[in-house]
Each structure stands twice: as structure tokens, then as C-alpha cells.
């Protein structure tokens, strides 16, 4: 009943005919993990690596032993005060005992993981929007740096206890804490010295308990904090298990960040169901350096059969020669964002290995779609996973209203089912959190913000984000169509296309591109290539501008707002030249999602407004002056 089987498109039907709820699941994510124990307790279950460089000293543990780590941390936190609606952060890289961390917060109350990269103002907006008083960080020999900013914070938010963590397979005494003033400072090692793992003191958490707040992408600019239930976890952890390309003896190869939902849910949780192996990379994941070069030495000696990571990760991977047996591999998983066909081809040709894409976002808990790895469709981002709904649809400007659209056409992806999510954290009241889904939820479903085409069979056609469309002349340029083609270039090992703001054409397409270092290609080189491959004139850039990396969110999906706020400063600066006004400084900045432009006076130079408001007249963006 819990594994049926789901090998094609066909077998859909068949496994929704029993509902989801006689299917057996675990409550919640420590259920999965205490089931895990209890039916495979002596298997390996996790090991993680100090570093690509440091195989050796790896650190393995069974389910058995996992389970007993994370009743120690849990017992930990119920003991301090946490609560079932209690928040408890989580600010490190990746390492074994974040791992141990991130599940025993789930056990004990609400895990809030966040990117540890982010500026303090930031973290501490978030932990204080998710009402974080207990804080989990990386210690200083993690990185001291990161062990000061998680102090700070931690006083910005009142935080009543911060537990350091150790790297993985530390050993010998570590460096003395400082106290911070009305905090509580431990090392978590220390701290769970005297706990006992047998059994877990609070109460379990139930199926529709909150089990985590994971901040979204922020691919509209602002990051949310999006709440997840247990059973928004385990529904979509399962889906993703649900797989008869993966025997339950596969090992996984994972590097995501933690605080991204596709580490927890696909290479934790979905492992966890069938009782499978993962194998984690360092703290710094896939910006390691000599990751990719060691990655294929790790496949052969841990016979990894599946590798998760994002386009990227495929792209760097098919510029490495294969210098081991990497037999054992089936298959990598890809997500974050559309996979291009020249990174699919440039791969599979290298290894001989298929990549499998999916798609989701964190407000539909992870994954949404997923492909066949008997049956990949190129170009689409799989059919619908079991028990969720997808369609078309088109949202009218005026009223907000939806209307359905009929197959194979263009329109706002909307989801519904198990896994979307009940809302995004805007508040605290009387001890618990208040959610607000913001109008992305109508009638159950979640309106994604994405563009794509929804055939007969659910299988979903991503054409990126309803905002990245460019439009020019009232003609809709797929940016896809222009990435694709620069991507079939030697040098190119990244690319973006966005619309930059044009008087008369409304707008016009611009590129940014990666460049392999060993490599060039010069501007001209790079518009003609794309002239000769994009399907029609009107897609042609009119500029490409090589960068050393393209902007991504806080939880490392790429984003083309930055991109979109440069180009809008092109266009301003552009527009005033015509007009002769070279004395304006220009900037911008988001409003509710769109761009806003800020001008000013250089200096106490004197400047002729009306004919600033003359040269921006043909525009549709917002802006003002700033005297």
C-alpha cells in the first residue's frame, strides 16, 4: 500500500485511486526517521564529509544511530523551553550535526534554517519575523566570522540560548565561547553530553503541526518566511520516493544547502522513507573547490546511484573528464530552475548518465513535477507527482480574476493538493504564529508566478517567470530562446536574458553570460552567435555583457531581478543622454515586487526636471526624484 508502483505516466491514475491517506504515511518527520529506525536500524543512513579532500575521515551513522542523535538535540530543547510552536534557528554550511539539528528541531518544535550568508539586518528580519528564541549556529572553527554574525543576531533578537556546532569529525578540545549577555552559550556536542537518546520526552509532533519556515527564494526581490506542515513534508518526500528507477539500496549524493527545501526534502526525507544511504558533501556543497573534479572519485567509492543538484551543477560537471568508475550512477536529479538542452546534451554525452528534472517551488512544500528516467521529455519539467493538481491559467489584470486555460496553452502555473503550503509567516500572536498565504492561494490553489504549459497528461512546460517575459512591441519573447542559444557556445557556462526598457518597443532583449575561464568571447562574437540560433529577429540581444557569476537568491536559485534593475538604469541613463542631461545620478529599488527608480542631483549641480519627466514619459516604470 505504501509503495505502489509508478515507472510511467500510465501507472498515475492507478496510484490515485487509493487515496493518500490509506496509503500509510508517517506523521511526520520524526516518525519517518523513528520508522527508519525501527525496520532498518543497523544501515547506514547518513554519511557526510569534512570535505571533498577528506574522504577518510568521513562520518557514517545507521538510522539507529540518527534516530538517538536527534532525540538528544530535541530532549535538549524541549528542557530549554521550545515548545510545539516554538521557532528554533538554524544558521550554519552544511555539516553532520546540522543535519541532526535541523531534524530534532522538527521533533521539538519549529525549524527556521536560514542562509548564513545573509547580512545580519537580514537574518535577524527573518528569525524575528519566525519568532526565534533559540538559535543553532556554526561554531568558530566552522567559520569564526559566521560564530560572531550568529551572536550579534542573537542578541538582536533576544535570544534566550545559542548552541555552537563542531565541523564534522571534529576532535580534540575546541576554543573557549565568550558569553553574550542574557544568552545561554554552549557547544551542542557539550550541551547533549548528559541527554539521553532512548526516548523522546515531548510529545510527537502530528500530521498537521507546523514542522518548519523555510525563506522562499525571493526571486520577486523580498524573501518570505513560507510555513510547512509535517504532513506538506512527508506528502512530498514521498512523492519524490515514489520512484522504481531508485532500489531501495541506492545511495544519494547531496549538496544543497540545508536551508534550501530541496536538501530536506530529497536527499533527507525522501531517502529516509525507503531506508537509502546519503552521502553529503562538505560545508561549502558545490562552491567546494575540487568538488566537481573529486565528485567522480566519490561516486566510485561510495557506488552513488543518484546525484541531486541544479543546472549549474551539470553544466561544470560536463566540463570534467570522468577519471573513475562511475557504473553505479542512474541518474542525476535536477531542479532550482529549467535545465537547457546544450547542459542536458554537454553532460549526458560526457558521462553517458540521463538526467531527471523536476520542478517546485517552497510554497508547494519542494517538488511539484518530475520526469521519467524511462521516459525523459526534453525541454518539460516532468508530469504532475501523484495527488497534485496542475493547470494553465490566465489571471486578469484588472479584476485579479482566473480563468482556466485549455491545454498546451500559455499561462500562470497553479497547483493544488497535499503539498501546498498553509501560508507565509507575517506575525505572532498569543505565542503562535499568524499565517497569511497573501493572495498566491485562491480556492486552494497556489498560483506559482511561473509560466508554463500544462499538457493533457500533466506534464509541465516551464517558460520561466511571469515577470521575465520580455515584451517587446507587444510581442512575448521567451528569454528561454536566448539562454538556449548562448548556451551552445564553447565559452558559455551561463546565461540570462531580460528585457531592458525601450521608449518605442516598450522592450528590447539584453543577455548576460558566464564565460569558461580558460576561454573567451567577445560581445560581437556572443550577438552573432545567438543571431544565428534564436528563432526569430526580434529575439536577437542587442547587448551581451559577460559577469563573473549571475545573481541568485538567498537560497541559490537564480534570479534575474538584479539584472532587470541594471537594465532599467540603462534605459533611465540612455533616455536622459538623448535629452542632454548627464548630471542625474540614478539608482533603483523594488516595490511590491516591481522596479522603482530614484534620481537625483550629482552634487549641487542644477537640474532641468521637466526635461527629465519629458525623456521618461514613454516609460511604464515608477519613479521619483530625490532632492
Known amino acids: 500500500m505504501l509503495w505502489p508502483r509508478f515507472a510511467s505516466r500510465a501507472d498515475l491514475e492507478a496510484v490515485e485511486a487509493v487515496p493518500l491517506e490509506k496509503r500509510g504515511l508517517p506523521a511526520s518527520s520524526y516518525a519517518a526517521l523513528e520508522r527508519a529506525a525501527n525496520v532498518w536500524a543497523d544501515r547506514e543512513a547518513v554519511t557526510v564529509l569534512p570535505s571533498v579532500n577528506d574522504v577518510d575521515n568521513a562520518q557514517t551513522r545507521t538510522f539507529s544511530t540518527l534516530l538517538a542523535d536527534v532525540r538528544r ?52 528580519h527573518l528569525l524575528r519575523r519566525g519568532a526565534v528564541r533559540y538559535l543553532i549556529a556554526a561554531g568558530p572553527e566552522i567559520d569564526p566570522q559566521l560564530w560572531d554574525k550568529a551572536g550579534a543576531v542573537a542578541v538582536e533578537i533576544g535570544a534566550k540560548a545559542v548552541w555552537a556546532l563542531r565541523p564534522t569529525g571534529a576532535t580534540g578540545k575546541p576554543p573557549k565561547l565568550g558569553p553574550l549577555a542574557g544568552v545561554t552559550v554552549e557547544y551542542l556536542s557539550h550541551a547533549i553530553s548528559g541527554v539521553s537518546g532512548d526516548t523522546l520526552d515531548a510529545e510527537p509532533p502530528d500530521t498537521n503541526d507546523l514542522a518548519a519556515f523555510f525563506h522562499t527564494g525571493g526571486t520577486t526581490g523580498v524573501p518570505k518566511l513560507a510555513a510547512h506542515l509535517h504532513a506538506n513534508e512527508i506528502a512530498d518526500a514521498w512523492m519524490m520516493a515514489l520512484n522504481d528507477a531508485v532500489p531501495d539500496d541506492a545511495v544519494f549524493f547531496a549538496a544543497l544547502p540545508l536551508f534550501h527545501v530541496n536538501a530536506l526534502i530529497v536527499t533527507v526525507l525522501a531517502p529516509m522513507l525507503r531506508g537509502q544511504h546519503v552521502v553529503w558533501a562538505g560545508p561549502l556543497g558545490y562552491r567546494e573547490p575540487h568538488v566537481y573534479e573529486r565528485l567522480w572519485g566519490i561516486v566510485e567509492r561510495y557506488d552513488v546511484a543518484v546525484l541531486s543538484g541544479v543546472p549549474t551543477t551539470y553544466a561544470a560537471l560536463s566540463r570534467v573528464r570522468v577519471d573513475a568508475d562511475i557504473s553505479s550512477l542512474r541518474f542525476g536529479l535536477v531542479g532550482a530552475s529549467p535545465l537547457p538542452t546544450a547542459v542536458r546534451d554537454a553532460f549526458q554525452d560526457r558521462t553517458g548518465v540521463p538526467l531527471c528534472e523536476g520542478y517546485g517551488l517552497t510554497e508547494a512544500t519542494c ?67 499568524v499565517l497569511d498565504p497573501l493572495g498566491k492561494v485562491v480556492d486552494g490553489w497556489l498560483d506559482s508566478g511561473d509560466l508554463a504549459r500544462v499538457d493533457e497528461y500533466g506534464y509541465v512546460q516551464l517558460r520561466g517567470r511571469a515577470k521575465d517575459v520580455i515584451i517587446r512591441g507587444g510581442h512575448n519573447i521567451d528569454p528561454a530562446t536566448i539562454e538556449d542559444a548562448l548556451l551552445t557556445h564553447p565559452a558559455v557556462t551561463g546565461a540570462a536574458a531580460v528585457g531592458r526598457p525601450h521608449p518605442v518597443s516598450g522592450e528590447v532583449p539584453v543577455a548576460y553570460v558566464t564565460i569558461e575561464k580558460a576561454l573567451s568571447a567577445t560581445e560581437d562574437d556572443m550577438i552573432a552567435w545567438a543571431a544565428a540560433r534564436v528563432p526569430e529577429p526580434a529575439a536577437i540581444p542587442k547587448n551581451v555583457t559577460q559577469v563573473d557569476e549571475l545573481p541568485v537568491t538567498a537560497v541559490g536559485k537564480p534570479t534575474k531581478v538584479p539584472l532587470r534593475q541594471n537594465e532599467t538604469c540603462v534605459a533611465v541613463r540612455e533616455a536622459l543622454s538623448t535629452f542632454g542631461i548627464q548630471n542625474v545620478a540614478v539608482s533603483s529599488s523594488l516595490a511590491d515586487g516591481n522596479i522603482h527608480v530614484v534620481l537625483s542631483a550629482r552634487g549641487q549641480e542644477v537640474v532641468d526636471w521637466d526635461a527629465v519627466e519629458c525623456a521618461l514619459e514613454p516609460f511604464t516604470f515608477s519613479w521619483e526624484v530625490q532632492r
Not at 518544535?109 to 539586518?121: D, K, Q
Not at 511539484?368 to 489584470?397: C, M
Open 73 to 124: 538535540v530535541a530532549n535538549l530543547l524541549t528542557a530549554s523551553g521550545v515548545g510545539r510552536v516554538s521557532s528554533v534557528g538554524l544558521m550554519s554550511p552544511n555539516n553532520a550535526e546540522l543535519i541532526t539539528a535541523l531534524l530534532a528541531a522538527q521533533a521539538a518544535g519549529i525549524a527556521v534554517p536560514v542562509n548564513p550568508s545573509l547580512a545580519p539586518e537580514h537574518l535577524t
Open 367 to 433: 517538488a511539484t513535477t518530475r520526469n521519467f528516467v524511462s521516459d525523459p521529455r526534453p525541454g518539460w519539467v516532468g508530469q504532475r507527482l501523484p495527488y497534485q493538481k496542475v493547470k494553465a491559467i490566465e489571471i486578469d489584470a484588472d479584476t485579479g480574476e482566473w480563468k482556466d486555460l485549455p491545454p498546451n496553452t500559455l499561462g500562470t502555473l497553479a497547483i493544488s493538493g497535499p503539498t501546498v503550503f498553509p501560508g507565509y509567516v507575517v506575525g505572532n500572536a498569543d505565542g503562535r504564529p
